[in-house]
């Protein structure tokens, strides 16, 4: 009995040691672990005209991506924490991008409030004042406007694995961890993808 106890203690201790080691090893992943209950709500609802958005399996902190907002602030993903967010990376000489923009500007004005919210990035590197007079053309009025001439956006989340062309868009939880992956644009204002969206949100 006394060297069952002493094996058993043992076998605790080292489980206790492993395991906060794993989470001092992997905290930013630790933080994901509610968006993997998320993500499971979500994959049924990746239908339709937003059946190819890529639902995360292993769900993961996505890089703090840094942009500015309309008024030149400096801005990064971290500063959404709390809310859950759609990042949407686009461009004026990106056709499916400026089709989408308008079903973008809809699904803010829906779901749009203190628990979610339509992150718009514009990463045109030249004629930096074309962007802002096409959202206006377009009336485009509910997006907020965020941009970042150098495209370092893009090429973070290509270092990531996350971006492999435009328009790329990325729903990410509270905590800044992935949920779904969409390459090339979708129909954001549909039935399906509110659902979708309002799934992530809890709503």
Request: net charge neutral; with cysteine; aromatic share 6%.
């Amino acid at each position: 009995m006394i060297v069952l106890g002493a094996v058993a203690g043992m076998v605790t201790g080292l489980a206790a040691v492993y395991g906060i080691g794993a989470t001092q090893r992997n905290p930013a992943e630790a933080a994901c672990r509610p968006a993997a209950e998320i993500a499971k709500r979500l994959a049924p609802l990746a239908r339709g005209e937003v059946a190819a958005v890529g639902i995360a399996s292993e769900p993961k902190p996505l890089p703090n991506l840094a942009f500015m907002d309309a008024n030149g602030k400096p801005r990064t993903l971290a500063d959404f924490r709390g809310r859950t967010v759609l990042l949407n990376l686009w461009a004026t000489w990106c056709v499916p991008c400026r089709k989408e923009m308008p079903a973008l500007d809809a699904l803010q004005a829906k779901l749009g409030d203190e628990t979610f919210e339509v992150v718009a990035i514009n990463i045109d590197t030249r004629n930096l004042d074309k962007p802002k007079a096409w959202l206006e053309e377009a009336g485009i009025r509910k997006l907020g406007y965020y941009a970042d001439s150098s495209a370092k956006v893009f090429q973070d989340l290509k270092a990531a694995g996350k971006a492999f062309g435009m328009p790329t868009t990325l729903l990410i939880d509270p905590q800044g961890c992935e949920l779904g992956t969409l390459a090339g644009p979708a129909e954001w204002a549909s039935d399906d993808a509110i659902k979708l969206v309002s799934a992530a949100i809890g709503k």
